[in-house]
């Protein structure tokens, strides 16, 4: 399903479902993600999920200057000028609050997108900064339902602001 303006998707690839929203902001995009999955359960109460997982990311478009400042702030290897990089890190850790364990990724990516968001969808490039949180995959059991999997949500959207905000030393 696509919003008539393209910027809402809610996808169902092999059981799941997949809700992306181009723009906005993050508080924004977490109350529209929970109105839809209430919605959804009006029509499949019974679907239960055994992970879930929020993906936020930030753009940074600026100068040659300001991305390698970035990347040496980054990366040891200071002789080079790349125009493409990656910095990935994961952290699983305890998150009592909803009792589960969870990931933490955030990534610091430059290269080039294409978006409608910025410069008419011309190739441009950009630092990325990505943050997805996710509960285990190895644990299969299906035990997050549609309508109560709210407090996972606003949980793991606080983790992000705690990174976006640590990712803040890069900008």
Not at 12 to 34: M, Q, T, Y
Not at 46 to 71: C, D, H, I, P
């Amino acid at each position: 399903m696509i919003h008539i303006d393209e910027t809402l998707r809610v996808e169902f690839p092999s059981s799941g479902i997949l809700i992306v929203k181009e723009g906005g902001s993050a508080r924004e995009f977490i109350s529209l993600a929970l109105s839809i999955l209430k919605s959804l359960n009006s029509l499949i109460p019974l679907a239960r999920a055994n992970r879930l997982s929020l993906v936020n990311t930030k753009f940074f478009e600026g100068t040659e200057a300001q991305f390698q400042n970035v990347y040496e702030r980054i990366f040891t290897y200071k002789s080079v000028t790349p125009i493409e990089w990656e910095n990935r890190i994961v952290i699983r850790e305890e998150a009592p609050l909803i009792n589960e364990k969870i990931n933490k990724v955030s990534t610091v990516r430059r290269g080039e997108i294409r978006s409608p968001f910025i410069k008419q969808s011309e190739a441009t490039d950009v630092i990325m900064f990505e943050v997805d949180t996710n509960t285990l995959s190895n644990n299969t059991e299906s035990r997050f339902l549609l309508d109560s999997s709210e407090d996972v949500y606003k949980y793991l959207s606080q983790i992000h602001d705690e990174v976006f905000s640590e990712l803040k030393r890069y900008e």
